[in-house]
């Protein structure tokens, strides 16, 4: 039987966080904070089975890279305070195959975020033991684009 589990969470430098490290983390990558020039390594964290970054047709093609984009997010918030996105984790139904998670996942973000201006990045996790808890994390930013691509 599945397990539901969400949680939700705001992504801000008044909470001493930053995007950037928020998708190093779950892309488990490196990436380099232009805001703070802070280097967030995470190429050693295990369990990732995927990722994607989603846009809306409006967002500029180099945000494609989830560096470029959260960096362009914390360049777009210039209070000390900001809030800069959000983060979703969600269990993932350990019934369903790896392809129709990404599935699921995939169309949940589409039609909710992107659907509605929205950026997103996503990815899945499954620590080990494979299969015992597939989650899904979600970076969202906070404010959506126009047709024009401004914030």
């Not at 950037?20 to 190429?43: F, I, K, P, W």
């Not at 990815?123 to 404010?143: E, F, Q, W």
Request: proline share 5%; aromatic share 8%; net charge negative.
């Amino acid at each position: 039987m599945a397990i539901y589990h969400l949680e939700v969470k705001m992504v801000s430098r008044g909470a001493g966080r930053s995007a950037v490290a928020a998708a190093a983390y779950l892309s488990c990558s490196r990436m380099l904070n232009e805001y703070d020039g802070v280097q967030h390594d995470y190429t050693r964290k295990q369990g990732l089975e995927w990722r994607q970054v989603f846009l809306p047709a409006t967002a500029p093609a180099e945000w494609l890279d989830r560096e470029t984009l959260w960096n362009a997010v914390e360049e777009t918030e210039t209070a000390k305070d900001s809030r800069l996105a959000r983060e979703f984790v969600a269990a993932l139904p350990i019934e369903l195959s790896r392809e129709e998670q990404i599935q699921l996942l995939q169309d949940f973000i589409k039609e909710q975020f992107v659907a509605d201006g929205m950026c997103a990045d996503a990815a899945i996790h499954d620590p080990y033991p494979p299969g015992h808890n597939p989650h899904a994390h979600i970076l969202l930013t906070v404010r959506p684009l126009d047709e024009k691509g401004k914030w």
